[in-house]
């Protein structure tokens, strides 16, 4: 028997139930919502035991008013945050500009491109602490890899990376766009090659070769994507402790701290774990408008075509 | 044929022959410069990875001299790690097993998850399911480090401190929601009449998930499971605070112990470093191209 | 490292079970009770085995349990955050980093342990017994509220290779202190000058990062006359001119090393490593860094071993004894404890003199003991060279507290880094040496305002 029939008989007041309870299940029958609300069953529990209950406790943690007159009046706070910022700005626009560009690159044909994007995906593909480490040694004022390489080759001696705070952030942007770049390079080439190949064909009849291919056909088929991942990358970025804590150490005396690495800081090495979590707590104002840009984006999106 | 005829005919051929030539020149340099542009990226990419593979080749003394080539190499760091023959290596094989553990029961929850989630969101259109999805985009709003905390007490809490389950828990939260991302944007590459005449046949949902779904979503299966398998491979801040013990810790937490003082032999860390990478290299090797296939957002073209 | 020989493993517990024999009185009758306890994992295996042995024989000789954890240095800090946080809390652990004692004091976080250290009272130093009773703001009175075990002073540790490179004898160091740190800088010119590329004559850890920056300027700041800085009531005296003069000077002379380039210049964000790294690699002819650890870590390489001298501080520049900042570290117990009689009756145990020195022994003495009389009554610690000097210039020689003893105030000051802060100032920020110690007072005026201690 068709649901519809049924309605025809029950009164309006029913009806109204009815018809309000079949469109919260949104057209879903019977045993088939149970289905759909078991799917969904575990990926909820994960959530509310692993994200809501730990951002509560931390958001508890964190509302004290006090904290944060004590973390503004923290010498560093404010070039703490210039510096994220300034991380923020340069390492994710530049990372995911330059994946762009090398996502175009990948496209090329041969065997050699192959074998280049392999070698290319091993900074992700390792893992962090040694890494950085190892750029952390790298760069060395004076017996770093680096320097001792500028010498041997041009009898000069290397600047000194990381001992100045200009310089340290710099090598802490360089150190995070080093990790991250492959794994956007390689997001935006699948965008790239999701990019049907009868559109590059009728273009190339068309007359439209390389820049104006660029412009007319990639561009705007790329754009959603780049948008989504550059404001994906941004969050995640904010969190990123490893790129700044093992190459800089967040020095030289303090000056290129960023907020995660404060945070760390404050919980840890003054024992203060409240005051840490208001030092990621701060950077809420920036982060929740990208997220409402993200989310509305991402209804939006439609990448295929 | 007269002479002028033949050379009314040849002169386009000719013309095209030379067109063909410049192009032919054209598409050389734009390899070669290609090719240099190959070489400058591996330079850019190997520098850091050739520094460890340097130290972990040197002797303990010859490690931060003036060299940029090892001037005794030796693979004698490896063998110690490998026959776990310094303290700090002393359970790497089991701790090895950990990591291995970790990684594969993230990757598995993180696809069954996500995919049951997406399917519900994006195939059986549930109602409000949107609301789903975007909350699970707020997990990465907060950063992992400002979860630190919480996370440990309530790990006390659910009775599982020191023990693996709660990194793993940790990092299927982390990777769950890129997942569901991943899954709904490729999902909408299989078209959804596929399921409506399954449910036709008086399929239930549990067989469309089984028989349509998951195959279909092979290449994304594979591209999210080597994201989460890196993610548990490589994360490092929980596991460094949710496990204390060397049984069971996992390599990137024994890797920091060299950090535990300010003396350690760096040739070994970095030998272990370079082991400890190679299972997630060759899983990539295996699976690159489903890998980029799955990213692809539009799917493969019938 | 390679692994412990039978024979030391067997030796250590011969040794230990020998001491627990002998230490029968102190061991409670107790119920058979567990405690859980966090240890700091050693910088060498065997110091890690060393305490196994200790928790061993404990067992054995009292019939308690204790369950312990040695966990690596930087989890450990982050777990007592954690758990002193959440209140979910071990019956004892490490104070990791040394000042905490203080901080958690203050808090009344922690447990007073008066009768534990009580038990051997007249064994401890009295720097040890100051480092132990911090000040506890609820119940505004100083107590006694860790265990004081072991402690580390900064030694001076030089290449005799190197100096001897440069046609010096170790013994051409001059006695006195800036005459003494500049010998390294004609050290250093005499081997630029023989083509050496990259070597520098003073190891100064003039960064922001890890402890001994810190450690650096106290000892600079005690030789030049300004340890009154906080005094043993907790109060503050950065006004006294007599400091001002001194924190100046202990500004200005490793700044001006390191602009005049006998310093590396990297070491103005050095790790906690890097200064070690540097010292192996012979990049730097001497190191001032704590414990000897520098040492240990070689004592494989004989030859190496061997060429590194180790020395205490040179006098002052008036030819006085310059006293060592000991840096002791406490055992605690913190409030919430779930058998805080056991955990006490286990300290009880583990601070009697010949528990305490068998345990430092099997650790390769790279700690030493905050108990003179355990020194002279056992040779072996003057047996080695580099234990002589470490163990003359940390428990016999002159030694004062760490100031957060006195107030935990000076914690923040330290992890904060309020004088590494002031050294990048001048070396970065062009300030001069005054106003970057002015910078340096306002901050720590701020911070102690936020620690008031009522002096009874």
Redesign the interface.
Known sequence: MSSTSVLEFAPSAIRQRITTWRHLRGGLKGSEYAWAIAFLVPYVGVFLAFVVYPAVYGLW?GSEASLYSELF???IYQSTVVNTVLFLGIAVNLKMFCALLLSGFFMRRGWWVKALLMIYVLPWAVPALPTFISI??ML????GLINNAI?QIFHIDGP?W????WF?LGSAIYSHIWKWMPFWTVILLAGRMAIPQDLYDAAKVDGATGWRQFVHINLPLIANLYLICTLLSTIFSLGDFNSVFFV????????THVLATLGIRD?????Q??LGVAAVMSALPLVIPLVIILMRKLKTAEVQL | MSVTTLGRIAAPARASRRAGQRARRRARLTEAVAMMFGVLLIVWTVLPIYNMVMVSLEA??D????AIWPPHPSVASFWIVVTE???YLEYFWHQFGNSLYVGAAVTFLTLLIASLASFSIGRMRIRYGWLVSNAALLTYVIPASFLA?PF??IM?NYGLA?NLWSVIAAEVTFATPYGIFIFSQYGRSIPIELDESARMDGATPMQIYFHIYLPMLAPALVAVGTYALLLAWNEYLYQ??LL???RSMTVP?AL??F??????P?NYMMATAIVYALPPLAIYYLFRGRMTAGLTMGGVKG | ???LSRRAVIRASVQLAAAGALSRPYIANAANTTASAWWV?G???EEDVAFRQVVEDYQKASGNTIDY???????????I??A???G?VPDLFTANPAE?VA??AWQGKLVDVGDVVETQKSQFSETALLSAQCYNSVTKRRGTYGVPFTGAVLPIHVWKSLVEKAGYKIEDIPKTWDPCWDFFKDVQKKLRAQGA??V?GQGLQV????VDPNNTFHYFLIAYGGQDIVTKDGLLHVDDPKVRAAVIKALTYPTTSLKQGFV???A??W????????F??K?IVMDL?GTI??E???IK?QE?YNDIVTMGLPLSNEGQPVPSQLTVVNALIPVGAKNVAVAKDFLKYFIQPKVNNEWLKVGLGRNIPVMPQIVKDDPWWFADPHRKAYTTQGVIGSTVPAYWAFNPAYS?VQ???VW??A???I??NGMTADAAADKAFA?IK?IFAKYPIVQS
């Open positions: 943690m009046s923290d010498p952390h040694w060395n004022g004076e017996w010498y000194a990381l001992d100045s705070r340290a800089t150490g967040g020095g030289p005396a303090n000056s919980a840890f090495d003054l024992a774990p409240r | 303990h003394s490690v931060f001299t003036d023959g310094y303290w905390i440990y007490r006390q020191n460094f605070l204390s013990s060397k937490v920091a112990q950090l535990n003082s300010d003396e350690a760096w | 490292m390679g692994n994992q910088f060498a295996q954890s040695i966990i690596p240095y930087a989890p450990e800090r982050q777990k955050v954690s002193i946080t959440s979910d905490i901080l958690y590329r990259n520098y960064t922001a990062n890890g590396p210049p990297s103005v964000n790790n906690d490593a890097d200064d070690n790294n540097a192996h690699s990049l860094d650890s520098t240990v870590a070689i390489d190496d923040q992890t904060e880094h590494s802060t050294w990048n100032d070396l970065n901050r701020e």
